[in-house]
């Protein structure tokens, strides 16, 4: 999920669509209402926000440090006309990268990508979360049972992670839908993550012979490992 900020609808619109024909989902989001959504999310809720794309924007210094304290996810703005002035501001306010417009969403994919890879390659190893025999990691590796891995889909994994990171603590669909997905506004689509979840669940318990997550109709899913 990549978040799109800029002064002009149609400007969002154009990158949202394109995102969209990458098979990336995104959100765009009017730089006015931007610091209010992002101020009203739950902490730990942006898990599945991948990248942040700042346009045209007011006050691009001040989203950047309102987004550094709650998201890791690479930041890059977007500059219509070459200035080294405003370019070193930006690079100085925290973003991870300026880009030049007109640019394609696979360009802002890679570019995205590789912050991240500097980023891990520079960081100590997260700790995985342990469950007996199983191991899940939560630096984007496939989860291992008996230290073989488990390859699952990217959605599939993400939310074995969110569960994972919640451990014991029974959580809903829709927070997962938001973890994942990172789209606050929509109205959570209780069918694709249950189709998830299903399939999920279907895949660990043919591997460990039980079945680490715990569901509870009309309640959530609980990841008692």
């Given at each position: 999920?990549?978040?799109?900020?800029?002064?002009?609808?149609?400007v969002t619109a154009q990158y949202v669509a394109g995102f969209s024909q990458e098979g990336?989902?995104?959100r765009g989001l009017p730089a006015p209402d931007f610091q209010?959504?992002?101020?009203?999310?739950p902490a730990g809720d942006l898990a599945g926000v991948e990248g942040f794309v700042?346009?045209?924007?007011?006050?691009?210094?001040?989203?950047?440090?309102?987004?550094?304290?709650?998201?890791?996810?690479?930041i890059i703005a977007l500059n219509e006309t070459r200035s080294l002035e405003q370019t070193l501001a930006l690079f100085t306010a925290?973003?991870?990268?300026?880009?030049?417009?007109?640019?394609?969403?696979?360009?802002?994919?890679?570019?995205?990508?590789?912050?991240?890879?500097?980023?891990?390659?520079?960081?100590?190893?997260?700790?995985?979360?342990r469950a007996g025999r199983l191991v899940v990691h939560t630096d984007g590796r496939d989860p291992e049972i008996d230290g073989q891995s488990l390859l699952l889909p990217r959605r599939?994994?993400?939310?074995?992670?969110?569960?994972?990171?919640?451990?014991?603590?029974?959580v809903t669909k829709t927070q997962i839908f938001n973890?994942?997905?990172?789209?606050?506004?929509?109205?959570c689509e209780e069918s694709v993550v249950e189709g998830h979840i299903s399939k999920l669940r279907k895949k660990l318990r043919a591997r460990l012979g039980h079945d680490p997550i715990e569901a509870k109709r009309m309640?959530?899913?609980?990841f008692v490992g």
């Open positions: 999920m990549f978040i799109v900020v800029d002064e002009r609808e149609s990336v989902t995104a209010v959504w992002l101020s009203g999310l700042l346009g045209d924007c007011g006050d691009r210094p001040g989203y950047t440090a309102a987004i550094r304290s709650l998201s890791p996810a690479p925290g973003i991870d990268d300026v880009v030049r417009k007109p640019v394609h969403v696979r360009e802002i994919i890679a570019r995205a990508n590789a912050i991240r890879r500097r980023v891990s390659r520079g960081a100590a190893p997260a700790a995985p979360e599939e994994r993400h939310i074995l992670e969110y569960l994972a990171r919640n451990r014991g603590r029974q973890a994942v997905y990172g789209d606050h506004e929509s109205a309640a959530g899913y609980t």
